[in-house]
């Protein structure tokens, strides 16, 4: 038997390569494909609207939020909360637009006043406005 020419037979080398390199190019595919749709699914993400709002404060220490410019929200959307533990739901029906307000009741002098809005889902939420009553 001719051991030399079983070390330099090379045609089974190509075949062997060749099969590697097509998984390594599946597996490759796939791990971009894979990636590019679940991080498309967590880009998904409902962001806050771009509103201004103002208060407008009066002598019995009551408060009025008004939204004066910026994207119409819908009213189920936003809150106000006075002082640190008072909260209500924005007074209104339907979308809250540029004219649109609410009143509430401060209780009482340095109170902070923001206007918060929370995503469809409730997972996000984001001051919109705030202010420290007079």
Same mark, same amino acid.
């Given at each position: 038997? !001719?051991?030399?020419?079983?070390?330099?037979?090379?045609?089974?080398?190509?075949?062997? =390569?060749?099969? =590697? /390199?097509?998984?390594?190019?599946?597996?490759?595919?796939?791990?971009? =494909?894979?990636?590019?749709? /679940?991080? /498309?699914?967590?880009?998904?993400?409902? +962001?806050?609207? *771009?509103? *201004?709002? @103002?208060? *407008?404060?009066?002598?019995?220490?009551?408060?009025?939020?008004?939204?004066?410019?910026?994207?119409? =929200?819908?009213?189920? @959307? /936003? !809150?106000?909360?006075?002082?640190?533990? +008072?909260?209500? #739901?924005?007074?209104?029906?339907? #979308?809250?637009?540029?004219? #649109?307000?609410?009143?509430?009741?401060?209780?009482?002098?340095?109170? +902070?006043?923001?206007?918060?809005? +929370?995503?469809?889902?409730?997972?996000?939420? @984001?001051?919109?406005? @705030?202010?420290?009553?007079?």
């Amino acid at each position: 038997m !001719n051991f030399n020419a079983l070390f330099d037979d090379d045609r089974a080398v190509s075949p062997v =390569i060749g099969v =590697i /390199l097509m998984v390594a190019i599946t597996v490759i595919l796939a791990a971009v =494909i894979g990636s590019f749709v /679940l991080g /498309l699914g967590n880009s998904v993400q409902q +962001t806050a609207p *771009n509103a *201004n709002f @103002q208060f *407008n404060y009066n002598d019995t220490d009551g408060v009025a939020a008004t939204h004066t410019g910026g994207d119409s =929200i819908p009213e189920s @959307q /936003l !809150n106000v909360t006075t002082g640190e533990q +008072t909260t209500s #739901d924005w007074s209104g029906s339907g #979308d809250v637009s540029a004219g #649109d307000n609410s009143s509430y009741i401060v209780y009482g002098t340095d109170d +902070t006043v923001r206007v918060i809005w +929370t995503s469809e889902n409730g997972d996000t939420t @984001q001051t919109l406005a @705030q202010e420290s009553t007079p």
